[in-house]
């Protein structure tokens, strides 16, 4: 009798000590999987925050999104960022602090080409990916990568638009005094000898701070050329726009993709639309004028859209910012699940072998090339009725 009582006394110990277990167990949370940490960098404030703004609302959506459906390699991504407040000196700070103190698997951003490059040299010593989501001509470098066709390209398809679109002969351009400015100019200029017949017969600078371009305008009319090329960004060409009617100039304007941003829409839609302004930009300005089943607005904007207007409100538009970001942002996550761990090393490796569709053309680099779009697609299009339409002769 004693020893059956001995056994159901230990037996009964043996069960709640097992059931206590147990409940220790389901009263604990499961300990969380390690998250990837990313940085990225952008202009938060200061002149190019127009930019930065947008760039932030789509790296908060898309990891918002992605951590709510189990992250990548069964991990969260965590995001740090960084104001660079439109200075390129701040941007190398920003990328040390984001490489040495946050220990960042990779880097993605900026707003400024003069940023981008800046940080280049950061990168590369202390070998972690970079993609860069703007237009900077960066030289082949192993650990950098950039989205789209680049300001060679589109600068390249740009000239070739204007001569061969537009019939130009005696060509002029307006040009931003910073990277992007400089360096389209430069391929322009390089470029130009391929069409027999044509020049540039004037050439002009400004300031992204310039408030006014009644003086370069005043000798560009006094040129007279046929094809006035602007290469500079949305809040330069709303100048632009304003004193271009104020000096009585008629000459046809080819802009070029960066300008068709929403403060450029907003502050001088009216003006380009009256003086039949014409831009070599994004297919997303011209997207409702698509076919419901084409496959850049079903596979690329639609997706980018609700998920922006999810987070955002119904009255939230995609622009341009958001879509390159949507880019580098995608890019880097199928080149962490191609490496199939968070290593830099095998991570750059992968980012050579991604192959997706984007706002921006495909993200297709190579060994050999770095720039991820082989070819630039941005279309012609024009303001009619204060809307972006196809342009056509």
């Known amino acids: 009798m004693r020893d059956a009582v001995r056994v159901l006394l230990k037996g009964t110990f043996v069960l709640c000590l097992a059931f206590g277990l147990v409940l220790a167990t389901v009263g604990k949370p499961v300990q969380a999987a390690e998250p990837i940490t990313v940085g ?24 918002d999104d992605l951590n709510a459906k189990g992250g990548v390699l069964g991990r969260p991504i965590k995001l ?3 104001d660079d407040k439109s200075v390129p000196t701040n941007a190398v700070i920003a990328g040390t602090k984001l490489i040495r103190d946050k220990k960042v698997l990779m880097i993605c951003g900026t707003s400024m080409s003069d940023a981008a490059l800046a940080i280049v040299p950061t990168c590369e010593q202390a070998q972690v990916p970079f ?3 703007g237009p900077a001509k960066i030289p082949l470098k192993k650990w950098i990568f950039s989205t789209g066709p680049g300001d060679v390209r589109g600068a390249s398809h ?3 638009y204007a001569v061969k679109g537009l019939g130009g002969k005696r060509l002029a351009m307006l040009y931003s005094a910073d990277a992007m400015g400089t360096l389209g100019r430069k391929v322009m200029n390089d470029e130009i000898g391929k069409y027999p017949g044509v020049s540039f017969i004037i050439q002009e600078a400004m300031e992204p701070s310039d408030t006014s371009v009644v003086p370069q305008l005043t000798k560009i009319k006094a040129a ?16 632009i726009a304003k004193n271009y009617k104020q000096v009585g100039m008629t000459a046809q304007v080819l802009g070029c993709g960066s300008i068709t941003d929403p403060n450029f829409y907003k502050n001088a839609a009216k003006f380009a639309e009256e003086g039949n302004w014409i831009f070599l930009s994004q297919p997303m300005m011209i997207v409702d004028k698509m076919a419901p089943d084409d496959p ?10 609700k998920l922006l207007q999810d987070k955002y409100g119904p009255k939230k538009e995609v622009t341009m910012f958001h879509g390159s970001t949507f880019d580098a942002f995608n890019a880097m996550i199928d080149a962490i699940k191609i490496a199939g761990k968070a290593e830099p090393a095998a991570v750059r490796d992968a980012l050579e072998k991604v192959r997706i569709d984007g706002f921006l053309g495909k993200f297709a680099c190579t ?3 770095h720039q991820a779009a082989p070819v630039d697609f941005m279309r012609p299009m024009k303001l009619k009725n ?8």
């Open 40 to 63: 990225t960098i952008m202009s938060m404030t200061g002149p190019f925050g127009f930019i930065g703004t947008p760039q932030k609302e789509a790296f908060e959506a898309l990891i």
């Open 80 to 82: 740090f960022y960084e």
């Open 131 to 133: 993609i860069n989501s």
């Open 158 to 160: 740009l000239l070739e």
């Open 224 to 239: 007279n050329p046929d094809v006035f090329i602007l290469q500079l960004t949305g809040g330069m060409a709303s100048v």
């Open 296 to 305: 850049y607005r079903k596979g690329v904007y639609e997706p980018a859209k």
């Open 367 to 369: 060994p050999t090339d």
């Open 386 to 393: 204060a809307e972006y339409v196809p342009y056509e002769k």
